[in-house]
């Protein structure tokens, strides 16, 4: 009888990948997976962009995002999702995403005239983009990911600032009520990037005010939202940028694929970073795979993935189809959604984002690697 081992026991028996990669880390699916050993896809190291801070991300402060109608959104996440509106001013609403993090929603009605393949070039910018096999939203999207923000530890405002100016970033402080305290820096495509003291107990702020009530698209699921699942981050330089994150908030490397890593977020969430090979011979060559080629530099939040509460694969399907949603399966190998290792599914909000429910949770997220561990040979 033939024995049959599947590619991710290949990679790791070839010590691609190490046996205590996130679960999502299987379904990272870029560009290189079937070529391997080509110039195109070096995966050796680069030289790291700065030294380490000794910082940990310890919260998902916030992830805000320019939606065209950012009431329907808002109203669509919290039927489906079962998100909390905390506040809205008439231009922008907060949203509790479960006890975890939150998602602020600004207006930005000129999203709402751009032309299509404008709205297309911007959703395609920095990366390989769509979902993890590179399946995107099937309508151009009225949503862009303008900025995301985690808490760290330890913090102290004035060492915080010192150690970004001796890496050569620029910290621009931004302090509110209650204490709160951040910096706004760039990251090496211009992406803004904040660093705050939210912490998990500090997180919640009390509301001023109840906001006006949301009218709702459809009846709520009764889904619960647990988990980041991934961010889909679309670069120039995947390689410099995962060194930059790593080095500036301690998010752990899980293994180059060639065109991506996957970095663990502390206990907050994983990233997938995806983009141009800086070792490829065709990095920075217009139309090559390495680089726009074009002298500027990019980036794109195109999905995020979460994990949500309870999950049944059939009926979160049937949920998603009955509300006149798409449901497209996303399993990261290809395999039946009932028996793969990884489940999803990808939908499109009223704005036209992708979005990504999955059934990866804290507790799940290193669970595959200790399924699919290579068993010994026989006898051996």
């Not at 009223?350 to 804290?362: A, D, R």
Request: aromatic share 8%; proline share 7%; with cysteine.
């Amino acid at each position: 009888m033939t024995n049959t081992i599947s590619r991710r026991q290949m990679l790791q028996s070839l010590g691609l990948i190490a046996a205590g990669v996130p679960l999502t880390s299987l379904a990272a699916q870029g560009r290189c997976m079937r070529a391997f050993g080509t110039p195109a896809c070096d995966t050796l190291p680069i030289k790291p962009v700065f030294d380490p801070t000794g910082w940990r991300t310890v919260a998902l402060d916030n992830i805000t995002m320019r939606v065209a109608d950012y009431r329907k959104e808002a109203a669509f996440y919290e039927a489906l999702m079962g998100w909390t509106l905390r506040s809205d001013d008439g231009a922008r609403a907060l949203m509790s995403i479960g006890d975890f993090g939150t998602m602020v929603l600004e207006s930005a009605p000129e999203l709402a005239t751009m032309p299509a393949d404008s709205a297309g070039s911007a959703a395609r910018a920095g990366g390989e983009g769509g979902g993890r096999g590179g399946r995107g939203g099937r309508v151009p999207p009225r949503a862009i990911v303008s900025s995301f923000a985690f808490g760290i530890e330890p913090w102290d405002a004035k060492q915080v600032a010192a150690g970004l100016r001796a890496r050569g970033l620029d910290p621009v402080a931004d302090n509110r009520a209650n204490g709160y305290e951040s910096f706004h820096i760039k990251d090496p495509d211009g992406f803004d990037l904040v660093l705050s003291n939210v912490t998990p107990k500090n997180r919640h702020q009390p509301r001023a005010s109840a906001p006006p009530p949301l009218t709702l698209p459809f009846d709520p699921t009764g889904w619960k939202t647990i988990w980041l699942d991934h961010i889909s981050f679309g670069v120039t330089n995947y390689k410099e940028s995962a060194s930059f994150y790593s080095n500036l908030l301690g998010w752990r490397p899980t293994y180059d694929e060639g065109s991506q890593n996957e970095l663990m977020i502390g206990d907050v969430g994983d990233i997938i970073i995806r983009g141009g090979n800086p070792l490829s011979p065709a990095f920075g060559r217009r139309g090559g795979r390495g680089g726009n080629g074009a002298g500027t530099r990019q980036a794109r939040v195109d999905h995020i993935s979460f994990g949500i509460a309870p999950w049944d694969t059939d009926a979160v399907k049937e949920a998603l189809e009955k509300r006149g949603l798409r449901a497209q399966i996303d399993t990261s190998t290809g395999d039946e959604i009932h028996v793969a290792a990884f489940k999803s599914y990808h939908t499109s909000t009223p704005n036209g984002y992708n979005l990504q429910i999955s059934y990866v949770t804290h507790d799940t997220r290193l669970a595959l690697p200790n399924a699919v561990r290579p068993k010994p040979p026989a006898g051996g």
